[in-house]
């Protein structure tokens, strides 16, 4: 990850987070370790905890807490209610003391980085107290980032939240490559399936889906896409996809991989035409956008784990759909997420903001905000620099011609 | 009529100007060709050979037709379709890089776009007629029509004189089998002669060396053959990358419709029609193949296509290509059935994919030029289709053709095949021969420099490894590439 070791050695020296605390919610792997170990190195004090309930790899939330000193809650395969508890803790900040880890002290964190908002939408539900000494914080996806929206749009944000994920070299590099590199290698791994030949469904073609649709025509499948939003169908329909409704994309799909950010995308009336042995995955951040529930009531018995992060659910009409990862995000739980490049991008961005945000969040509104332009343009230079790519520079006259509007042709 | 008094004939020499000048532009285009003029201009192989070319009178064969001469040929050429020639090309190679219109300096040429089939056969025999000598020496044919005409001469020779033509014969062969007839009033014994003193003959194109292989097998293959057609560097590289290029050429130039988010239906996904696919994907259009063989549809399939049969996306698709190499493949019946303004073309080698035929027969059908190889043809109903080039090959009637990389290719193994047949003539028995592997890497080998390729080279113990020499050849002859 050169970006962030670069950035190690700045943040060293500069210490933009010089004692202040943050409070982290984030898929716990190395490519997050990496990134809270930079944070030290800047000067915070951090604490940790999982946004997804599978998808800690255990070996990394132990390295980070023995070898790191870094205040980590999370395990992989938790309950709902140990999910939460443990973003109460990470809330709560490093224990100050024995006896006193896991109570909610008033301390609380500076910043935050939070992966879907669930430690943002605690924070203000169940630790409302904590709020005003927060400056403010980083979103990393994009699901999050609709879910601030929403809690912005009804007055409910508190402070101000910068849209990480909404860069425009963080969806090209992350979403569109790193999502569509790992999903199909989490649907390979998990299914051993050749891809050539298939009929690939994607639902969903924003920056996701679409990384997700070109790797998988790349295999040699047939993608078809469904979508909601006509100027993202026109450019799937431009691109050389089928664009369905899910309805008749349903009978035919051999594959089904939903990259919505929206719920039941695949539900009841769907499974119900489905073919024999078709293969449900999602690359959303939630779960939610494959019907689960519906899919068990739906299914006559069903086999767990016939594959590792394949469970069969047997129709009882001679048809099993296989789901995979229990319709959480494939990508994290069947294969290792997005490859460290990508991640590397995506938390320097995430590290430049927030270095930023330590300085200026008292000029900026709660509510949700872009990542300023220029810490975009920062971050893909540094990747290109760290790559050996280097990249013309405009020439005086070329700024002037693009600053002025008296030349014509 | 006698080529005497005819040392070249073709529609306008004014044109020669603009031909050169785009002669000019095809020869950086054609780096085989050129390097092949560079290394033969010493030791002038072609010395003696009196060639004889029937083959399109294009750019890119003007390209060819003066690398011939450039390493020692004396030359005559007709074209082998009486659509094919480009003018300006024919005028330039007629006036020459030294010449004027009023002082053509170049190479005797019997084309013009346009010929009827009578002229067309008079072109064919002035080509042949080598005014003191006994005719050409070498034949460079594409789909066999020089070959055909001297075996047929020679044999009506043998026979005594021309047959009658019977009542279901073509017209063309009515045509073929009269000027036969004038020919063995006029020069008795001209097409023995010349049998006999010619070395061989290269031949570009599949149909064509389906003929040959049929006369060999048939023992009346007077003089030996080099098969051109089935080196590696051309059929593979011709039909699947020329096609590629020059398919959307003629879509575009034809309608300039948006390809992009159109449902194309490519009938065949042989070597023209994985080509064709291709293409129409890399525009964005959605791509559905129809197959008979059960290897190539499991090829598109797994190249990440639709398999369908027409009939199930007759009325849905927006764009048919037939690459079949087949007859009847897109029927009238089909036309009446597809959307308004569905675009209907042809690839394959012969103009018999689309049913053209039955379309004029269909009741109350009505074809409306919109412009020269562009019709519409409106049904009753009020639909109508696009049809391109009348059915023939619309990558040719439409646009130009392959392009000139791709036939340096193609024209490079002609030269060496020229090469071998003429200087090694020993070597090579009555019969069909294809080009030896090592020659065939030659010719991709001279092209890699203009693509800035740079190859790896084997180590002694790398090719003792898999058995092959460190200069090749590096493959087996069942290899497919």
């Not at chain 2, 529609?11 to 532009?25: T, V, Y």
């Not at chain 2, 002035?126 to 070959?147: E, S, V």
């Amino acid at each position: 990850m050169p970006l962030l070791t670069g950035l190690m050695q700045r943040f060293s020296r500069e210490r933009p987070f010089d004692g202040l605390a943050i409070a982290a919610c984030l898929h716990i792997t190395a490519e997050t370790a990496v990134l809270v170990r930079l944070l030290r190195a800047g000067g915070a004090s951090v604490s940790l905890a999982a946004s997804n309930p599978l998808s800690t790899q255990d070996d990394i939330a132990a390295a980070l807490a023995v070898r790191y000193g870094i205040a980590v809650f999370a395990r992989a395969g938790v309950d709902r209610r140990a999910y939460y508890r443990h973003i109460e803790l990470a809330l709560a900040g490093p224990p100050t003391g024995a006896g006193q880890a896991g109570q909610l002290s008033q301390a609380g964190p500076d910043l935050v980085i939070d992966d879907g908002g669930d430690l943002v939408n605690t924070l203000h539900t169940q630790a409302a107290a904590l709020l005003p000494k927060v400056k403010g914080g980083c979103e990393s996806t994009t699901s999050g980032v609709l879910r601030l929206r929403r809690m912005a749009a009804e007055g409910a944000l508190a402070f101000p939240m910068i849209a990480a994920s909404d860069t425009a070299t963080k969806r090209m590099v992350d979403n569109t490559s790193g999502t569509g590199q790992s999903v199909i290698d989490g649907i390979l791994r998990a299914t051993n399936t050749l891809l050539a030949g298939k009929t690939v469904v994607v639902a969903g073609f924003g920056a996701s889906g679409r990384g997700v649709a070109e790797r998988a025509r790349g295999f040699g499948a047939q993608v078809i896409v469904t979508e909601v939003d006509p100027v993202r169908a026109l450019d799937a329909s431009l691109r050389g996809f089928r664009v369905l409704p899910m309805a008749e994309a349903a009978p035919v799909g051999e594959v089904f991989i939903t990259a919505t950010g929206s719920v039941d995308v695949i539900a009841t009336e769907h499974l119900a035409v489905m073919r024999d042995g078709a293969i449900l995955a999602n690359a959303g951040h939630f779960d939610v956008e494959i019907d689960v529930r519906a899919l068990a009531s739906f299914a006559a018995s069903v086999h767990r784990d016939v594959r590792p992060h394949v469970d069969a659910y047997d129709l009882g009409d001679g048809r099993t759909l296989l789901l995979l990862a229990e319709g959480r995000v494939v990508n994290l739980v069947a294969a290792e997420g997005h490859p460290p490049e990508v991640m590397d991008l995506a938390f320097g961005i995430e590290a430049l903001a927030l270095a930023w945000l330590a300085l200026n969040a008292g000029k900026l509104p709660a509510g949700v905000h872009e990542v300023p332009a220029d810490i975009d343009a920062e971050a893909a230079g540094l990747v290109l620099a760290t790559a050996g790519t280097s990249i013309d520079a405009l020439t005086p006259a070329q700024l002037s011609y693009r600053e002025s509007w008296r030349i014509g042709s | 009529m006698s080529a005497d008094q005819l040392p070249y004939r073709v529609a306008d020499l004014s044109l020669a100007a603009f031909g050169r000048k785009e002669i000019q532009l095809a020869e950086h285009e054609m780096p085989g060709l050129m390097a092949v003029r560079e290394e033969y201009a010493p030791s002038q192989p072609l010395r003696g050979a009196r060639i004889t070319g029937s083959l399109h009178m294009t750019v890119q064969t003007a390209v060819l037709i003066e690398t011939l001469a450039a390493i020692g040929a004396q030359v005559r050429w007709a074209s082998c379709n009486i659509f094919s020639t480009q003018d300006h090309a024919a005028a330039a190679v007629v006036v020459g890089p030294d010449g004027t219109p009023d002082d053509p300096k170049g190479i005797p040429v019997f084309a013009w776009k346009g010929e009827t089939l009578e002229e067309y056969w008079d072109c064919a025999e002035l080509a042949l007629t080598w005014p003191g000598t006994d005719g050409p020496n070498m034949i460079l044919d594409d789909g066999g029509d020089a070959t055909l005409y001297v075996h047929k001469g020679a044999e009506y020779e043998q026979a005594g004189g021309v047959p009658s033509p019977a009542s279901d014969d073509s017209e063309e062969w009515v045509v073929i089998l009269d000027h036969l007839r004038n020919s063995l009033a006029d020069h008795p014994g001209k097409w023995t002669a010349a049998a006999k003193a010619i070395k061989g003959v290269t031949e570009e194109t599949t149909t064509g060396v389906h003929r040959l292989y049929e006369m060999a097998r048939a023992g009346t293959l007077l003089f030996p053959a080099i098969n051109v057609n089935d080196s590696v560097t051309k059929s593979k590289f011709d039909n699947k990358y020329g096609c590629r290029h020059s398919l959307i050429d003629g879509i575009n130039r034809g309608t300039d419709v948006l390809i992009g988010g159109k449902v194309a239906l490519v009938c065949g996904y042989g070597d023209v029609g994985k080509g064709c696919a291709e293409s129409l994907r890399g525009q964005g259009a959605r791509v559905i193949v129809t197959e008979v063989d059960p290897i190539c549809a499991l090829q598109a399939a797994m190249d990440g296509y639709q398999v369908a049969t027409l009939e199930d996306v007759v009325e849905t698709a927006d764009i048919f290509v037939s690459a079949t190499g087949n007859r009847d493949v897109i029927t009238a019946t089909h036309m009446s059935q597809m959307k308004h303004q569905a675009i209907v073309g042809n690839i394959g080698h012969f103009d018999n994919e689309i049913d053209m035929a039955g379309l004029a027969k269909w009741p109350g059908v009505r074809r409306e030029n919109i412009k020269p190889q562009v019709d519409e043809w409106l049904f009753e109903d009020g639909h109508g289709v696009i049809v391109l080039s009348e059915g023939r090959l619309l990558n040719l009637g439409n646009a130009t053709g392959h392009p000139s990389f791709v036939m340096s290719n193609s024209f490079t193994n002609q030269v060496i095949a020229q090469v071998e047949l003429f200087t090694k003539t020993d070597e090579y028995t009555l019969g069909v021969h294809v080009l030896p592997k090592h020659l065939d890497e030659k010719v991709a080998r001279l092209h890699l420099d203009a693509l800035g390729v740079r190859l790896t080279e084997l180590t002694k113990e790398q090719a003792d490894y898999i058995g092959v020499t460190v200069d090749g050849p590096y493959k087996s002859e069942q290899y497919r590439y």
